[in-house]
């Protein structure tokens, strides 16, 4: 299932991305001769028009061939190379800009449709086979007391619940208009170092407008917690603590299990990490496309395609080993 779920974001994050870029090249006039889903061997494709759409084996990535950027078709008319700078600037960061827009996108149906935690303190929902399932505690259920002591709001529940694993704590429920008193004794959770009886808070959805403030704020907030977090790394303040593809499904088989609304903001976790990286100076991503871009604007004339493939080149086989690298402390991680 984390496999599954993992190809199918994966798709999605890799689809959207180059989407963007296909949809602004053929709206500035660049023929797109292919659009592609995955990398390497020939799964699938079909023709419409002027452009080839294929499927390919692995989905680790994505390509829009256009004209004009192999040799021997650079003075293609509708290549891209033909394009003014600003055109071709468009192009190579709408990639990013889709993938910031997906996270936004799906931010704004988590608090418009799916709800965002609600601070209430009423039971959103019992695990199976826990401490509260136990002792007869339901979804709905309002904790109006803990140990004789009202509590007024989820933060004030999980506060006495979290420090007391191991101790029985008497919960005063309100199901119904009527009132009542269980005994429940939290259960030790190693990961998380709280007690936990097996309850989560409900959710309340917010209205369209207040979902689309909501979603901005977030985005925002996570772009620059992304960048800040890159810069520490780079600059050996916290471990380069990164994960790759096979890092991802571990992590996804954890995120499944807590629901759909989860999924959803793993996923504009993910996609916002995508279309933020993409966009660093890094030879082979789209960012240093951008760069050459820039010194070809400033200098009036391109940098020599043969320099700018060879660093492209470089760029793309130091990427590679990176992966693999990465693959390989997942595998270590997961074993240890």
Do not use: C
């Not at 008319?77 to 468009?90: I, L």
Request: avoid cysteine; aromatic fraction near 6%; hydrophobic fraction near 50%.
């Amino acid at each position: 299932m984390s496999i599954f779920l993992a190809i199918l974001i994966f798709g999605v994050l890799i689809l959207v991305h180059e989407l963007g870029h296909f949809i602004v090249a053929k709206s500035v006039g660049i023929h797109v001769q292919e659009f592609a889903i995955g990398m390497g061997p020939l799964l699938w494709s079909r023709t419409a028009g002027e452009t080839k759409y294929s499927l390919r084996l692995f989905p680790i990535g994505g390509f829009n061939r256009m004209a004009g950027m192999e040799p021997g078709d650079e003075d293609n008319p509708a290549g891209f190379n033909t394009k003014s700078v600003g055109k071709r600037f468009a192009v190579i960061s709408a990639g990013s800009v889709m993938n910031i827009i997906l996270a936004l996108v799906a931010f704004i149906i988590l608090f418009n449709i799916l709800g965002v935690p609600s601070q209430e303190n009423v039971v959103g929902e019992v695990a199976e086979q826990s401490p509260a399932a136990e002792a007869g505690i339901l979804p709905g259920d309002r904790i109006v007391a803990i140990d004789g002591t009202p509590v007024e709001n989820w933060n004030e529940v999980v506060s006495v619940i979290h420090p007391n694993s191991g101790k029985p704590l008497s919960l005063t429920l309100e199901r119904n208009d009527n009132r009542f008193t269980v005994t429940v004794t939290p259960e030790y959770d190693a990961e998380n170092g709280v007690g936990l009886i097996g309850i989560r808070q409900g959710k309340e959805r917010t209205g369209f407008i207040q979902a689309i403030v909501l979603g901005v704020k977030n985005t925002v907030a996570l772009t620059v917690s992304i960048l800040v977090g890159l810069v520490q790394m780079i600059t050996g303040r916290i471990p380069a603590d990164v994960a790759g593809p096979v890092g991802i499904v571990s992590i996804l088989g954890d995120v499944a299990r807590l629901g759909f609304a989860e999924i959803l903001t793993f996923t504009a976790v993910l996609s916002l990490n995508l279309g933020i990286i993409n966009l660093f100076p890094i030879p082979a991503l789209d960012g240093s496309r951008l760069i050459f871009l820039g010194i070809e604007g400033l200098r009036g004339k391109p940098v020599a395609p043969e320099k700018e493939n060879l660093i492209h080149l470089i760029g793309f086989a130091l990427l590679i080993m990176l992966m693999v690298f990465i693959t390989y402390q997942d595998i270590l991680r997961l074993v240890g």
